[in-house]
């Protein structure tokens, strides 16, 4: 009898669209909330070129710095078992997103509050096809300025780096982070342990 060998790792996707996502998954602030922003970018391969099917998981707390531990927002359909979207009052600060044909991807969520001697940040895992595994990373909110000079994980980076996790302000309470999977200015990636 011979031995069996380890098979490779398979790749993440590109099948994760087809169960993953759900209805309203980018809408996690409650509807009208006065603490909403928008962050948003692309999800980009090594070349530059837009990943037109990869989804982001993303987490964070609220304003007051703490991660809620509620149960989920979703609403059923009563006749179906379907899922109808979220609730819409609910904050849970999870949500998921598929990247659109250019790569873009986009959240509704409340602006997250500082976490001791962290920066406000939000974090985010990577789904896509050419990946034997998900990738983890952080969006910092450039505001305020003086929390990213003291944050740990940004410290301990060189400031370049560090720079591929500090999302721009744009106009109207809403910032672009692209995600770069590989090359030049590549996404800092994280360890989850």
């Not at 996690?28 to 970018?41: L, R």
């Not at 994980?153 to 982070?177: K, Q």
């Amino acid at each position: 009898m011979t031995t069996p060998h380890p098979t490779p790792s398979h790749t993440v996707g590109p099948f994760h669209g087809y169960a993953l996502p759900f209805p309203d998954g980018g809408d996690i602030a409650p509807a009208g909330h006065p603490d909403t922003v928008t962050v948003h970018g692309r999800v980009l391969d090594g070349e530059g070129m837009p990943v037109p099917d990869a989804l982001i998981e993303i987490w964070g707390p609220g304003p007051d710095g703490v991660l809620p531990h509620k149960g989920g927002s979703m609403r059923r359909d009563p006749v179906t078992g379907g899922f109808l979207g979220r609730n819409g009052t609910d904050f849970t600060g999870f949500g998921r997103v598929p990247t659109d044909a250019d790569g873009h991807w986009a959240v509704r969520t409340l602006r997250p509050g500082r976490r001791g001697e962290h920066a406000p940040y939000l974090s985010l895992c990577v789904f896509a096809r050419g990946l034997t595994h998900h990738l983890f990373t952080r969006v910092h909110l450039p505001e305020p300025a003086d929390a990213l000079a003291t944050d740990p994980l940004l410290a301990s980076l060189p400031p370049e780096r560090a720079a591929t996790l500090v999302a721009r302000p744009e106009p109207h309470r809403t910032y672009r982070f692209d995600i770069r999977l590989q090359g030049e200015d590549e996404t800092v990636f994280l360890e989850f342990t």
